[in-house]
Nanobody, 116 residues
Framework: QVQFVESGGGLVQPGGSLRLSCTTP????????MGWYRQAPGEQRELVASIGRGSGGITNYADSVKGRFTISRDNAEKSVFLQMDSLKPDDTAVYYC????????WGQGTQVTVSS
């Protein structure tokens, strides 16, 4: 059973920043493309950013976050991060990490709320 543990969410004002972290104890973490996903109330879960395998993985971003979010990874720590800057109310959601393509099990996610 794969486990993902997300952290770092919170309440932030528009224009603010947060840094999300995710760890997983999986063996060969560096061999997996990792993604950050989010799900807003009443919406489907969507992929917002991904980072390829290895130490210099190619990154990709949804148009809605491009230029504001940065994904990175630390293979030694089996962790993936999401730096979120210039946050907007539309970024409010529960954020999850998973493989890309996503594995069937998900962590509990971390709530991000952007509001004044």
């Amino acid at each position: 059973q794969v486990q993902f543990v997300e952290s770092g969410g919170g309440l932030v004002q528009p224009g603010g920043s947060l840094r999300l972290s995710c760890t997983t104890p999986i063996i060969n973490f560096s061999a997996y493309t990792m993604g950050w996903y989010r799900q807003a109330p009443g919406e489907q879960r969507e992929l917002v950013a991904s980072i390829g395998r290895g130490s210099g993985g190619i990154t990709n971003y949804a148009d809605s976050v491009k230029g504001r979010f940065t994904i990175s990874r630390d293979n030694a720590e089996k962790s993936v991060f999401l730096q979120m800057d210039s946050l907007k109310p539309d970024d409010t959601a529960v954020y999850y990490c998973n493989f890309l393509p996503a594995f069937r099990s998900w962590g509990q996610g971390t709530q991000v709320t952007v509001s004044s």
